[in-house]
């Protein structure tokens, strides 16, 4: 049978323990401070995307808007067409008035 040693722990022993422990334990505390300020940044990150996000319009905003300043430009074209046969209607009877004064103009 293998011998088993049971040495009894030293108060040197126990020392030297403690202090590897607190070294390690203050190597963790740095990296869990380290982590905890990435944290914070990528939370904050996050917060700033989703107000962001809440504040971009929807696809069904977006067609509704540009639905909507599609029909403004087709009232404008309805316009600016009845401008224009306006336009041709007083020039033809500008015309007819011309030809009507060169005519008696000419009596």
């Known amino acids: 049978m ?8 030293t108060k040197k022993g126990l020392d030297q323990l403690k202090q590897e422990l607190i070294v390690k334990i203050d190597v963790n505390a ?3 401070d380290a982590n905890t300020t990435s944290i914070s940044r990528l939370t ?5 995307n989703h107000e962001d996000i809440g504040k971009m319009l929807t696809r069904e905003e ?6 909507e300043l599609l029909r403004g430009q087709d ?3 309805v316009v600016l067409l009845r401008i224009d ?3 041709a209607a007083t ?12 005519e008696l103009k000419s009596r």
């Open 30 to 32: 740095e990296k869990i």
């Open 2 to 9: 293998a011998e088993q040693h049971n040495e009894l722990a």
């Open 62 to 67: 977006h067609k509704k808007d540009y639905n």
């Open 91 to 102: 020039n033809a009877r500008i015309d007819r008035v011309e030809s009507d004064i060169q």
């Open 44 to 48: 904050a990150q996050v917060i700033e």
């Open 85 to 87: 046969q306006e336009r």
């Open 75 to 77: 009232e404008m074209m």
